[in-house]
């Protein structure tokens, strides 16, 4: 019997050890935002997902021609010295400052070559509060199995973390473009003069597509910026001072 009570007793104590260790670490209050920033895509995506039809091995001709027609596009592109990482970096800091953040941006961190986003968040030097991850996951355009035209994508991502802590206090991708879906959060519609009829209609306008990215990424950074904001308001409210006040329904 004393075995019995000893073993329950030892249990006990062993489950009152795990409910102390299970405790959640408090959030510091945050007032300052360390932003990791965005890179620059290293191609712009191409794509006409139309299905092949005709002849036989219709699949490998599509599949040549659309390389050498994202080549081209890419060519056109990088031309123009676009500097998107930096457009959306900039962007959600100035968004965050005016939401009352103290915002750093950290330039001179080690990234590897090969995947500059992959980040070593542990040998991040910076004292603010909280650590903000922006990404830009893809910038193209694609024109759908039943779709007629090219339209934008701009997808990009943020993550907004405490250095030390395992879970994310923020952690969204947002996409404007092709890939929003309509009455999502995350998803942002792309103005509709942006959809063009063919391949001949995307070369020719390659100084508005070069537009229609830029504000992709400006409607993403503030999209961004407010998700930030309600989520740390919803889900740590005693760990926000600033934020501006959400808008009257």
């Known amino acids: 019997m004393r075995n019995v009570v000893a073993v329950f007793a030892g249990i006990s104590l062993?489950?009152?050890?795990?409910?102390?260790?299970?405790?959640?670490?408090p959030v510091?209050?945050?007032?300052?935002?360390a932003i990791i920033p965005a890179t620059?895509?290293?191609?712009?995506?191409?794509e006409n997902a139309t299905p092949p039809v005709g002849y036989p091995f219709q699949f490998w001709v599509n599949k040549a021609d659309s390389?050498?027609?994202?080549?081209?596009?890419?060519q056109a592109l990088h031309g123009k010295k676009l500097a998107l990482g930096d457009e959306?970096?900039?962007?959600v800091a100035a968004a965050l400052r005016s939401d009352g953040f103290s915002v750093e941006?950290?330039?001179?961190?080690?990234?590897?070559?090969?995947?500059?986003?992959?980040?070593?968040?542990?040998?991040?030097a910076t004292t603010a509060d909280a650590v903000l991850h922006v990404t830009i996951s893809e910038v193209g355009l694609y024109s759908g199995r039943v779709s007629t035209v090219y339209?934008?994508?701009?997808?990009?991502?943020?993550?907004?973390f405490v250095k030390g802590q395992d879970d994310n206090l923020y952690d969204e991708e947002v996409d404007y473009g092709v890939d929003a879906k309509r009455n999502?959060?995350?998803?942002?519609?792309?103005?509709?003069?942006?959809?063009?009829?063919?391949?001949e209609a995307v070369m020719s306008h390659i100084d508005e597509i070069q537009s229609s990215f830029s504000e992709g990424i400006h409607a993403a950074a503030l999209r961004m910026s407010e998700q930030i904001c309600d989520r740390l308001k919803t889900s740590h409210p005693d760990a926000v001072t600033s934020c501006a006040p959400s808008p009257a329904p």
């Open 40 to 46: 620059d895509p290293k191609r712009y995506s191409f």
């Open 88 to 91: 959306l970096t900039q962007q």
């Open 14 to 25: 062993m489950g009152a050890f795990a409910s102390v260790a299970a405790a959640p670490t």
């Open 184 to 199: 999502k959060a995350w998803a942002i519609q792309p103005d509709a003069r942006y959809a063009y009829p063919s391949y």
């Open 105 to 124: 941006i950290l330039n001179d961190i080690a990234r590897p070559l090969d995947y500059p986003d992959n980040v070593d968040y542990d040998q991040l």
């Open 151 to 160: 339209v934008p994508r701009v997808n990009t991502w943020g993550k907004l």
């Open 67 to 74: 390389r050498s027609k994202a080549k081209a596009f890419n």
């Open 28 to 33: 510091p209050t945050i007032h300052s935002i």
